[in-house]
Structure formats: C-alpha cells, structure tokens
Nanobody, 115 residues
Framework: VQLVESGGGLVQPGGSLRLSCAASGFTFSAYDMSWYRQAPGKERELVARITSAGGSTDYADSMKGRFTISRDNAKNTVYLQMDSLKPEDTAVYYC?????????WGQGTHVTVSS
C-alpha cells in the first residue's frame, strides 16, 4: 500500500496550491479519502473528507469555502485545491485512506504560507 502526496511548497498569503495523493496497492474506489494536516507543535487535524464514490464531502470549518477536495477513481488520485491561503495554513498535509478497520497514511507534503 502506498499513498504518495505531492504539490506542496512555499506560497504567499492569498495564493493557491493543489495537492495530489496517488494511491496504489489497494482498491482505491472502495475507500473514503481524507486530507489531514499537522502544524508545528499542534495535533493532526482533519482538513477535508470525500466518500468512496465522491458523492459527499466534508470540511473543517476553517477550510470551508477556501479548500476543495476531489478524487479521480480512474487515476487512483485524490486532490486538495487550496485557495486564499493564510499563514496559519502552514503545516504538513497528509493523505489518508479509510475503510472499516483499514486505515492508511501517506508520508506528508509540506505547505508553507509566507511572504
């Protein structure tokens, strides 16, 4: 099982980034997918979640209206479009796949929002 995140980097406040998470080694379309983040000195928190078929999404309150989660089951990939980025969005962003008792994590990608 592999979850490989990409797309992180340094961006100025107000800018945008698109994160990708490429999955392999399991039946991607059967899993709910999520993005989490962990800022320095803070606990990991849920950013956004999308159901296996992509029919339902859920966001943390502070991300609503700025972030959009989507998935392409044909490409085994989940995305996170992040707009209007703020310095407080600086964190390591992790991809997560979950189905009943199975729970997989990626290695994370760093996002730094700074001028």
């Amino acid at each position: 099982v592999q979850l490989v995140e990409s797309g992180g980097g340094l961006v100025q406040p107000g800018g945008s980034l698109r994160l990708s998470c490429a999955a392999s080694g399991f039946t991607f379309s059967a899993y709910d997918m999520s993005w989490y983040r962990q800022a320095p000195g803070k606990e990991r928190e849920l950013v956004a979640r999308i159901t296996s078929a992509g029919g339902s999404t859920d966001y943390a309150d502070s991300m609503k209206g700025r972030f959009t989660i989507s998935r392409d089951n044909a490409k085994n990939t989940v995305y996170l479009q992040m707009d209007s980025l703020k310095p407080e969005d600086t964190a390591v962003y992790y991809c997560n796949a979950k189905r009943t008792f199975r729970n997989y994590w990626g290695q994370g990608t760093h996002v730094t929002v700074s001028s």
